[in-house]
């Protein structure tokens, strides 16, 4: 199919795009990586009357630290984040383990981190870290700009805060330190379709026992969570030796932490090929692992932190 005429802009700065989007009179859409908008377009899913593409506006091509916290601006793509060291510390071992979820290379050349915002798919991997690490989301509209948390941004399946004349400018992830161990699974049919259920983990760890926990969960509900009754149940709790994820006894607390992520924190919705006891289940058994993911992240992290002190 051929997307019904649209008009299309070609702005050079932010201002110039909100303009573009504020004219009140066309339905507009946003054209970042097109990896999401072009497929709907040509189904006829979306027709909207103009097409705003941001490609051409340098101070969007930005990723920057600024205060601890990591700013990446509108056009930076998912395969920005495929090398560990692209982003400091356990933040950027994170993102590299989800990226290399999101579709393909040629999608990852071209799709945006930040369009992944702009869509508000429940199965999107950075929207589920977003949650669990409490980031937030930069908008700019014809009224000027605003910041709206993670969790007050998500209202839905595909549905999120921003406004339609509102351009997303960046989305801000605080730096994670080097106390902290990081972890991300995810299960899919095939290798190319979106998750059935992913969870990542940042696990911060002190004197071996786990003081804070931060759970997202992917395609677990209606839009991306933080799963909070499995973060409470990990407080306190001993990382102990290290462990195959395929192998932990139901008794250990990360097996307990995936099950009450499956029956507290999830909300999943039951597909064809999934039911809703296979679905929780999943979830349940997928968490576990990326919490023995994170334990082990962890030791290696304060093994090598003493290495290089020798
Ligand atoms: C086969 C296939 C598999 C995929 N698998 C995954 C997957 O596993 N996980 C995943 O997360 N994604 C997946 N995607 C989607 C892909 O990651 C997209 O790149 C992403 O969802 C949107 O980014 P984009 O830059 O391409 O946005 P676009 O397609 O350009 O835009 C998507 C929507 O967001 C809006 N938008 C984009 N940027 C902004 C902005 N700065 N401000 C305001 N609104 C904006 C647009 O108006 C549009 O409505 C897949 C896509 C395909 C085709």
Same mark, same amino acid.
């Given at each position: 199919m051929k997307p019904a005429a649209f008009d299309y802009v070609v702005p050079r700065t932010v201002s110039e795009a909100v303009d573009a989007l504020g004219d009140g009179e066309r339905r507009a859409q946003v054209l970042a990586g097109g990896q999401s908008l072009l497929l709907e377009m040509h189904l006829e899913r979306i027709r909207p009357d103009l097409v705003v593409d941001i490609n051409r506006i340098p101070e969007l091509d930005d990723m920057r630290v600024v205060d601890n916290t990591l700013q990446v601006g509108a056009l930076i793509r998912h395969q920005a984040f495929e090398s560990a060291r692209a982003v400091p510390g356990p933040l950027g071992s994170l993102f590299s383990l989800a990226v290399v979820n999101i579709a393909h290379p040629p999608i990852r050349s071209r799709g945006t981190m930040?369009?992944?915002?702009?869509?508000?798919? /429940?199965?999107?991997?950075?929207? &589920?870290?977003?949650?669990?690490?409490?980031?937030?989301?930069?908008?700019?509209? =014809?009224?000027?700009?605003?910041?709206? &948390?993670?969790?007050?941004?998500?209202?839905?399946?595909?549905?999120? &805060?921003?406004? =339609?004349?509102?351009?997303?400018? *960046?989305?801000?992830?605080?730096?994670?330190?080097?106390?902290?161990?990081?972890g991300f699974i995810e299960h899919r049919r095939t290798h190319f379709c979106f998750a059935q259920v992913a969870s990542s983990a940042a696990l911060t760890v002190r004197d071996g026992v786990i003081v804070e926990a931060r759970i997202g969960l992917v395609n677990c509900a209606d839009r991306p969570l933080r799963a909070h009754a499995a973060e409470q149940a990990l407080a306190g709790v001993e990382v102990g030796p290290p462990m195959d994820g395929y192998l932990l006894p139901e008794e250990h607390p990360f097996a307990r932490a995936g099950r009450i992520a499956a029956e507290h924190d999830?909300?999943?919705?039951?597909? /064809?090929?999934?039911?809703?006891?296979?679905?929780?289940?999943?979830?349940?058994?997928?968490?576990?692992?990326?919490?023995?993911? &994170?334990?082990?992240?962890?030791? *290696?992290?304060?093994g090598e932190l003493k290495g290089d002190s020798q």
């Open positions: 930040v369009g992944s915002f702009g869509w508000g798919h /429940p199965a999107s991997e950075w929207c &589920a870290i977003a949650m669990a690490l409490d980031a937030d989301i930069r908008l700019r509209g =014809p009224e000027g700009a605003r910041t709206v &948390a993670a969790r007050d941004y998500f209202h839905g399946p595909l549905k999120t &805060a921003r406004q =339609p004349r509102e351009l997303i400018t *960046s989305v801000r992830y605080p730096l994670l330190g080097d106390d902290v161990g990081v999830a909300a999943p919705i039951a597909e /064809p090929y999934a039911d809703l006891e296979y679905r929780r289940h999943a979830i349940a058994v997928v968490l576990a692992r990326t919490l023995c993911q &994170a334990a082990n992240d962890h030791r *290696s992290r304060v």
